[in-house]
């Protein structure tokens, strides 16, 4: 018999049972306390060396405890809903609750070190369990690493995104605009950005890296070893506070010249170069996922998010080098101390307010980089000759991938529709190079509006691609009228009509189109979805059909002729069975077989009672 020690120690052996150790010393705990106070009260009603009425029991008693254990060990769950309390049950146990609160935390800050359960995890990894089993990974390389998909890791990638918009923006705006930089907003701001940048630089080298095939690469050496080949020397460079050393040296020697307090205002560019740490495609994608993992609340799908994140990434991105360029632009003259030459000079702004020469420094550099001017004056220093220059070859690249990158968003948004208009150009040429009359262009016109109403998809490659369940799914979706419509489908097998279904084909015939013509072999029959059509036997009444009905069938159970000819009224919206589809779907269901022999022996008896039917001959 395994003692609850072993018990317990096999199961921190069992590699598939470290989430449960806690529950397991707690039940090892609870067992030991109850025996002991058993125990206890045994020898409390006898005196010493007075064997107890009870001894007998005490082997079963054991028994019990530790089977209770080993029941514990071997399932998982002698407590699933946790009702025991291991504190309650015995006077004198040792409670901490200091030990328990911080055993809390530590569990609940590991699991935002980890891949949560929701809607993106489980189809990255699969399942439960294979969500469970990246858990599992994340536990084995140690407490302080960080999945890269965690809550953690999400919600600090967007604080540092935030963070990482205002020093793009405030950053070259507090450089140019500002001389005192000494005051305690600035420095606080300073102060905080640099310090969250380098925490990012510490966590960098404890969160994974996803690679091929959705495998996250956890081991800390490798990702030491990949971080320090890519991104860690820009952003240790960028993380460095100069501002602070030049910030102490100028706060000692404010009386002397004001060189080195310039120096440190340029040394401060330096931080632009976070733009290459921070603004990574990594990044912005994952931003992506997860807005993708939001769409049931916002009602969005995946390309719509997509769309939305590229249409404000590429006009933030506009607006970003906007600022910089009109930064730039009042930044150089004011390193060179203003010549009597630059635009700020002549235009009297030396000693404008701050918003002036923001304001007049940003319609220079918009005007530049749109090539419609020079702003108020033409450019006469060579200073502001090299600038106009960069901004207008910035201005034109910029405007160019504007241009393309709207034109091929604007064409994906809608890749049905424009797939359409590609196809009826191809039409329209053809119609012209055989030189069609009017009223058969006019008809071919409307048979493409009425048959791909704008749009037109691949659709038998895009369910040929789906699995069988979904295909059936999204088969029954698309004909929910027609069933729906059909007295045939009512209180018929459900597996029969999603067969059925799955082999239905579209088609749509405008008015006076000879859907059935009589004598003819017949291969298909028809399920009417919308439209009217009007069925003419020889020689006998004519018969209306409308949405709902079926026609065609007789000669793919009779393998004859057909026996009247079916004309349509209306833009008719059909579904086609062929007979061999036919034969297939009545072969597993032989009951509507027979169901679908009955109606048509009705509606031969039906015909052939008329005085002036005459069958079709054969050829």
């Given at each position: 018999m395994n003692s609850p020690s072993r018990s317990a120690d096999a199961q921190r052996g069992n590699p598939e049972s470290p989430p449960l150790k806690m529950e397991t010393t707690k039940?090892?705990?609870?067992?030991?306390?109850?025996?002991?106070?058993?125990?206890?009260?045994?020898?409390?009603?006898?005196?010493?060396?007075?064997?107890?009425?009870?001894?007998?029991?005490?082997?079963?008693?054991?028994?019990?405890?530790?089977?209770?254990?080993?029941?514990?060990?071997d399932d998982y769950t002698a407590d699933p809903d946790g009702l025991l309390d291991i504190h309650g049950e015995?006077?004198?146990?040792?409670?901490?609750?200091?030990?328990?609160?911080?055993?809390?935390?530590?569990?609940?800050?590991?699991?935002?070190?980890?891949?949560?359960?929701?809607?993106?995890?489980?189809?990255?990894?699969?399942?439960?369990?294979?969500?469970?089993?990246?858990?599992?990974?994340?536990?084995?390389?140690?407490?302080?690493?960080?999945?890269?998909?965690?809550?953690?890791?999400?919600?600090?990638?967007?604080?540092?995104?935030?963070?990482?918009?205002?020093?793009?923006?405030?950053?070259?705006?507090?450089?140019?605009?500002?001389?005192?930089?000494?005051?305690?907003?600035?420095?606080?701001?300073?102060?905080?950005?640099?310090?969250?940048?380098?925490?990012?630089l510490v966590f960098n080298f404890r969160t994974g890296i996803p690679g091929e095939d959705s495998h996250i690469i956890l081991d800390p050496t490798e990702i030491r070893m990949h971080y320090l080949r890519t991104w860690f020397a820009v952003d240790f460079i960028s993380s460095i506070p100069v501002d602070y050393f030049?910030?102490?040296?100028?706060?000692?020697?404010?009386?002397?010249?004001?060189?080195?307090?310039?120096?440190?205002?340029?040394?401060?560019?330096?931080?632009?170069?976070?733009?290459?740490?921070?603004?990574?495609?990594?990044?912005?994608?994952?931003?992506?996922?997860?807005?993708?993992?939001?769409?049931?609340?916002?009602?969005?799908?995946?390309?719509?998010?997509s769309a939305v994140v590229r249409i404000v990434n590429l006009i933030g991105m506009m607006l970003l080098l906007c600022h910089w360029d009109g930064c730039l632009t009042f930044m150089v003259p004011m390193l060179q101390d203003f010549p009597a030459d630059c635009w700020v000079s002549k235009n009297n702004m030396v000693n404008a307010t701050w918003h002036i020469q923001y304001s007049y420094a940003l319609f220079m550099a918009m005007s530049h980089m749109l090539c419609i001017g020079y702003g108020a004056h033409p450019p006469e220093g060579m200073t502001d000759v090299w600038l106009t220059m960069?901004?207008?070859?910035?201005?034109?690249?910029?405007?160019?991938?504007?241009?393309?990158?709207?034109?091929?968003?604007?064409?994906?948004?809608?890749?049905?529709?424009?797939?359409?208009?590609?196809?009826?150009?191809?039409?329209?040429?053809?119609?012209?190079?055989?030189?069609?009359?009017?009223?058969?262009?006019?008809?071919?016109?409307?048979?493409?509006?009425?048959?791909?109403?704008?749009?037109?998809?691949?659709?038998?490659?895009?369910?040929?691609?789906?699995?069988?369940?979904?295909?059936?799914?999204?088969?029954?979706?698309?004909?929910?009228?027609?069933?729906?419509?059909?007295?045939?489908?009512?209180?018929?097998?459900?597996?029969?009509?999603?067969?059925?279904?799955?082999?239905?084909?579209?088609?749509?015939?405008?008015?006076?189109?000879?859907?059935?013509?009589?004598?003819?072999?017949?291969?298909?029959?028809?399920?009417?979805?919308?439209?009217?059509?009007?069925?003419?036997p020889r020689g006998s009444k004519e018969i209306k059909l409308s949405d709902g009905a079926y026609f065609g069938e007789i000669c793919l159970l009779t393998q004859g002729r057909r026996t009247a000819t079916v004309r349509a009224d209306t833009y008719c919206r059909l579904y086609s069975l062929s007979v061999d589809s036919f034969n297939e779907v009545l072969e597993e269901h032989p009951l509507m077989r027979r169901a679908f022999e009955s109606v048509a022996v009705d509606r031969l008896g039906r015909v052939a009672r008329r005085p002036s039917y005459q069958p079709p001959q054969p050829e």
């Open positions: 039940y090892r705990s609870w067992s030991s306390l109850r025996f002991s106070r058993w125990r206890s009260a045994s020898q409390r009603g006898s005196p010493p060396g007075t064997p107890s009425p009870k001894t007998e029991k005490r082997s079963d008693v054991t028994k019990t405890l530790f089977s209770l254990v080993k029941t514990h060990n015995c006077e004198g146990a040792d409670d901490d609750p200091q030990l328990d609160q911080s055993t809390y935390l530590q569990r609940q800050f590991c699991s935002m070190l980890q891949p949560g359960v929701n809607k993106f995890s489980l189809r990255m990894f699969g399942s439960h369990k294979g969500v469970a089993a990246e858990q599992a990974r994340v536990k084995s390389f140690g407490v302080w690493i960080i999945h890269p998909y965690s809550d953690f890791r999400f919600y600090w990638d967007l604080v540092m995104l935030l963070l990482m918009m205002s020093n793009l923006v405030i950053l070259p705006w507090g450089i140019t605009f500002f001389e005192d930089q000494n005051t305690w907003a600035w420095i606080t701001f300073n102060v905080l950005s640099d310090t969250l940048f380098l925490m990012d030049f910030l102490i040296f100028d706060l000692e020697s404010r009386h002397e010249s004001s060189d080195v307090y310039r120096t440190a205002r340029a040394l401060r560019i330096v931080r632009f170069t976070k733009i290459l740490s921070l603004l990574r495609l990594l990044r912005l994608s994952r931003l992506i996922r997860y807005i993708h993992q939001w769409e049931e609340i916002f009602h969005m799908t995946y390309d719509l998010a960069i901004s207008m070859v910035v201005g034109a690249t910029c405007y160019a991938m504007f241009l393309g990158h709207a034109t091929n968003l604007v064409q994906s948004l809608d890749a049905s529709h424009r797939q359409y208009q590609e196809k009826y150009k191809q039409v329209e040429q053809y119609m012209s190079f055989h030189k069609l009359p009017a009223d058969v262009r006019q008809r071919i016109h409307d048979y493409y509006e009425q048959r791909f109403q704008g749009k037109m998809f691949d659709e038998d490659s895009i369910l040929g691609e789906l699995s069988d369940p979904l295909k059936e799914e999204i088969v029954s979706y698309n004909c929910r009228g027609l069933v729906a419509n059909m007295p045939l489908f009512a209180n018929t097998d459900p597996h029969f009509v999603t067969v059925i279904l799955t082999k239905l084909r579209f088609e749509v015939f405008q008015p006076g189109d000879l859907i059935i013509r009589e004598g003819t072999l017949g291969r298909k029959m028809y399920f009417i979805q919308h439209g009217t059509v009007t069925v003419i």
